[in-house]
């Protein structure tokens, strides 16, 4: 069975930092991107962050050095560390798997070039 699992999230005070994981069953993410989206309540999910399978990333202007996107290729598994997380970052955050020519071939953040998606795992920034 093709998924993709997310896990890490959870309930943080505002400055502190997660770290979210992606892990893909049945399936490698050899020729795959691995994005990152986020949606929080009542509204419409957005592009946080893309990573190719050589590494290079592509972030959205709202994350850029606070979060970082990495992937294990050997591991099978990408991650995504947040920091300096803000009330605002309060979301439902999801992994999702596009192939990299696609990617490639037109904006990242074009959620129709994704092929899974994770099932999405709740970041709660809070005092």
């Known amino acids: 069975q093709v998924q993709l699992v997310e896990s890490g999230g959870g309930l943080v005070q505002p400055g502190g930092s997660l770290r979210l994981t992606c892990t893909p069953s049945?399936?490698?993410?050899?020729?795959?991107?691995v994005s990152w989206f986020r949606q929080a309540p009542g509204k419409e999910r957005e592009a946080v962050v893309c990573?190719?399978?050589?590494?290079?990333?592509y972030y959205a202007d709202f994350v850029k050095g606070r979060f970082t996107s990495s992937r294990d290729n050997r591991r099978n598994t990408a991650y995504l560390q947040m920091n300096s997380l803000s009330p605002g970052d309060t979301a439902v955050y999801y992994c999702?798997?596009?192939?990299?020519?696609?990617?490639?071939?037109?904006?990242?953040?074009?959620?129709?070039?994704?092929?899974?998606w994770g099932q999405g795992t709740q970041v709660t920034v809070s005092s």
């Open positions: 999702a798997t596009g192939l990299d020519t696609l990617i490639y071939a037109g904006p990242w953040s074009d959620t129709g070039k994704y092929d899974y």
């Open positions: 049945g399936f490698t993410l050899d020729y795959y991107a």
């Open positions: 990573t190719t399978s050589d590494g290079t990333s």
